[in-house]
């Protein structure tokens, strides 16, 4: 079975200092993957999505970047963090040749306090 | 611009209330639309999805239907139990392969 892995759960970082969260998928090939940020009294915003390795598409202008180094494997980064880049950052896969026919799947999320 | 709105963003009800959660999307060219759970601090878990082609879902207590002409789709809950208090997420696809787009959520919490 599928599975989906976000580290670390909780993250409290100055701000000016840089960031690194990773998501990988189990069980499955060439994912489709998605990065989303909630902030507080905001729906679910979509930041980045990767249908491949190396291919990363941005949603929103803003001071964070993604990458996709393996096929399954998705890491969102920033240089320096500001105070705005707060909130709970999801990451999501669906199967690429579904097209998301058969729904996505969230991991737990990473709660990001920066201070 | 595909935009999901969500009503009531809060309701409370007592144990044992049957009651409906609404969701309305502005472009009713839609590839499928989910339901999702949050509890606080939490990810979100999938409880219905609802492809284009199909008019409901229905899983235990849990049944969801789609009127893609009109826009809406509503989450029916069944017998209500505290267990169920969460945030509940309705989101679109607008095309095969493209990201879900989300409502605010409705805020549920159902009192023992």
């Known amino acids: 079975s599928q599975t989906i892995h976000q580290w670390p759960a909780t993250l409290v970082q100055p701000v000016g200092s840089p960031l690194s969260l990773e998501c990988t998928v189990e069980?499955?090939?060439?994912?489709?993957l998605y990065w989303y940020r909630q902030a507080a009294g905001r729906g679910l915003q979509l930041l980045f999505y990767?249908?491949?390795?190396?291919?990363i598409s941005s949603e929103v202008p803003q001071n964070l970047s993604a990458s996709r180094p393996q096929d399954r494997q998705f890491i969102l980064s920033s240089k320096k963090l500001l105070l705005s880049d707060s909130g709970f950052y999801l990451c999501?896969?669906?199967?690429?040749?579904?097209?998301?026919?058969?729904?996505?799947?969230f991991g737990s999320g990473t709660r990001l306090t920066v201070v | 611009k595909q935009e999901v709105t969500q009503i009531p963003a809060a309701l409370s009800v007592p144990e044992g209330e049957n009651l409906v959660l609404n969701c309305s999307f502005t472009?009713?060219?839609?590839?499928?639309l989910q339901w999702f759970r949050q509890d606080p601090g939490k990810g979100l878990t999938s409880l219905l999805l609802?492809?284009?082609?199909?008019r409901e879902q229905t899983s235990g207590r849990l049944n969801a239907s789609l009127d893609k002409s009109s826009g809406r789709s509503t989450l029916y809950i069944a017998a209500s139990q505290p267990g169920d208090s969460a945030t509940y997420l309705c989101?679109?696809?607008?095309?095969?392969?493209?990201?879900?787009?989300f409502g605010k959520g409705t805020t549920l919490s159902v009192s023992s």
């Open positions: 999501a896969w669906s199967p690429e040749e579904t097209g998301g026919a058969y729904g996505y799947t």
């Open positions: 472009d009713s060219a839609i590839y499928n």
């Open positions: 069980g499955t090939s060439n994912p489709n």
């Open positions: 609802i492809q284009s082609s199909q």
């Open positions: 989101a679109v696809i607008a095309e095969a392969g493209t990201a879900l787009i």
């Open positions: 990767s249908v491949g390795i190396g291919q």
